[in-house]
């Protein structure tokens, strides 16, 4: 069997492949399906290790369809990149490191999301991406007839622009305002079919549909969670729903040292929008009097008298994560008699809160 390794880029990447007869070869290619299929195409067998990135997933699969078997590794574990300088940085060393670790086994799997999760994964980039282009076109809009004395009264994102309608502004103003207000009729019209699509989705899928049977957990934030995690039993043992939230970035960073202990805010993840997805559904129950998750906010209170209400919200959507979790895991609804008692969950949140 031979072995290589790629390291990845936009434009050019770097090859090694170490033959069966002890041969290195090392080619700078571009990074296209021509390139790579006149380099690998026809080779022995070989296991192919490449950093978990942007290009990673099209590379990998256009690689096993040339019959190679390819290792997507985790970057983040350090082992793989053995006696590698840091001070000297090029990627020739770089992909000599990984050629080593593909040969000795030293790297760690990175997940590779299944493919009906990375549609769906567009599917949300795609709408968040036309959300916040409303969402700055609204600002710009208040930004506008503020500056003439002008006040857009308050109300949903929905009715901005018959709000904006109703207000009597100068011809100058509305001019201007012109290009937005058309920009924003055809936004809203893309976000209502993206939520009619995600409103389907629920439908046909009874993970997302069981999810959003949990309180203030609508159809966005029940698939972004699902397309998140993609498979729940890669979370498995007693530790699994401790897991998720260290995933999703829900714990907070931790500085210590000796008999020295600090916390500080809650840690980067590589899924930042269903984080927040998830610290507004802590919002909402916090914020509700839907019966169901009276037990979550009666919890939430007693943590905001002690440590304030942002640190509450955070602990909310951490237990909301782990019901999330627990119900995926056990394919089971939401039930409110099974939450906790508030003194019994009081008691053990202090120290993770």
Same mark, same amino acid.
């Given at each position: 069997?031979?072995?290589?390794? /790629?390291?990845?880029?936009?434009?050019?990447? *770097?090859?090694?492949?170490?033959?069966?007869s002890?041969?290195?070869?090392? *080619?700078?290619?571009?990074?296209?399906?021509?390139?790579?299929?006149?380099?690998?195409?026809?080779?022995?067998?070989?296991?192919?290790?490449?950093?978990?990135?942007?290009?990673?997933?099209?590379?990998? *699969?256009?690689?096993?369809?040339?019959?190679?078997?390819?290792?997507?590794?985790?970057?983040?574990?350090?082992?793989m990149?053995?006696?590698?300088?840091?001070?000297?940085?090029?990627?020739?060393?770089?992909?000599?490191?990984?050629?080593?670790?593909?040969?000795?086994?030293?790297?760690?799997?990175?997940?590779?999301?299944?493919?009906?999760?990375?549609?769906? *994964?567009w599917?949300?980039?795609?709408?968040?991406?036309?959300?916040?282009?409303?969402t700055?076109?609204?600002?710009?809009?208040?930004?506008?007839?503020?500056?003439?004395?002008y006040? /857009?009264?308050g109300?949903?994102?929905?009715?901005?622009?018959?709000?904006?309608? @109703?207000?009597?502004?100068?011809?100058?103003?509305s001019?201007?305002?012109?290009?937005?207000?058309?920009?924003?009729?055809?936004?809203?019209?893309?976000?209502?079919?993206?939520?009619?699509?995600?409103?389907?989705?629920?439908?046909?899928?009874?993970?997302?549909?069981?999810?959003?049977?949990?309180?203030?957990?609508?159809? /966005?934030?029940?698939? @972004?969670?699902?397309?998140?995690?993609?498979?729940?039993?890669?979370?498995?043992?007693?530790?699994?729903?401790?897991?998720?939230?260290?995933?999703?970035?829900?714990v907070?960073?931790?500085?210590?040292?000796?008999?020295?202990?600090?916390?500080?805010?809650?840690?980067?993840? @590589?899924?930042?929008?269903?984080?927040?997805?998830?610290v507004?559904?802590?919002?909402?129950?916090?914020?509700?009097?839907?019966?169901?998750?009276?037990?979550?906010?009666?919890?939430?209170?007693?943590?905001?008298?002690r440590?304030?209400?942002?640190?509450?919200?955070?602990?909310?959507?951490?237990?909301?994560?782990?019901?999330?979790?627990?119900?995926?895991?056990?394919? /089971?609804?939401?039930?409110?008699?099974?939450?906790?008692?508030?003194?019994?969950?009081?008691a053990?949140?202090?120290?993770?809160?």
């Open positions: 069997m031979e072995y290589g390794a /790629i390291d990845l880029h936009k434009k050019e990447s *770097q090859v090694r492949i170490l033959t069966e002890g041969e290195v070869i090392d *080619q700078r290619i571009r990074t296209t399906r021509d390139r790579l299929t006149a380099l690998f195409w026809g080779r022995p067998h070989a296991r192919i290790v490449i950093e978990a990135s942007t290009e990673s997933e099209w590379v990998a *699969q256009h690689l096993e369809t040339l019959g190679h078997e390819v290792i997507v590794a985790d970057p983040n574990y350090s082992l990149y053995g006696h590698r300088s840091r001070r000297v940085k090029t990627d020739r060393r770089d992909v000599a490191a990984l050629a080593e670790a593909c040969r000795h086994g030293i790297y760690r799997c990175a997940h590779r999301r299944s493919s009906r999760q990375r549609v769906v *994964q599917h949300l980039n795609v709408r968040r991406e036309l959300l916040d282009a409303r700055r076109l609204i600002s710009v809009v208040r930004a506008i007839t503020r500056s003439q004395g006040r /857009i009264a109300g949903a994102t929905d009715t901005f622009l018959t709000r904006l309608a @109703a207000l009597d502004l100068p011809v100058s103003v001019e201007s305002l012109v290009p937005v207000r058309s920009v924003m009729e055809l936004l809203n019209q893309e976000l209502a079919a993206a939520d009619q699509r995600f409103e389907a989705l629920v439908a046909e899928d009874p993970i997302v549909k069981r999810l959003t049977t949990c309180p203030s957990v609508g159809p /966005i934030t029940a698939t @972004a969670f699902v397309a998140a995690l993609d498979n729940v039993h890669r979370f498995a043992g007693r530790r699994g729903a401790a897991q998720v939230t260290s995933y999703l970035g829900l907070p960073r931790e500085y210590s040292s000796g008999e020295q202990q600090q916390r500080g805010r809650v840690m980067r993840s @590589a899924h930042p929008y269903v984080r927040v997805l998830l507004q559904a802590a919002w909402r129950i916090r914020r509700s009097s839907d019966a169901r998750a009276g037990a979550l906010r009666t919890w939430a209170q007693a943590i905001a008298r440590r304030g209400q942002n640190i509450a919200i955070v602990a909310l959507a951490r237990r909301l994560t782990r019901i999330l979790y627990a119900m995926w895991r056990d394919e /089971i609804d939401y039930q409110p008699d099974r939450i906790r008692s508030a003194r019994r969950d009081t053990a949140a202090k120290p993770a809160a």
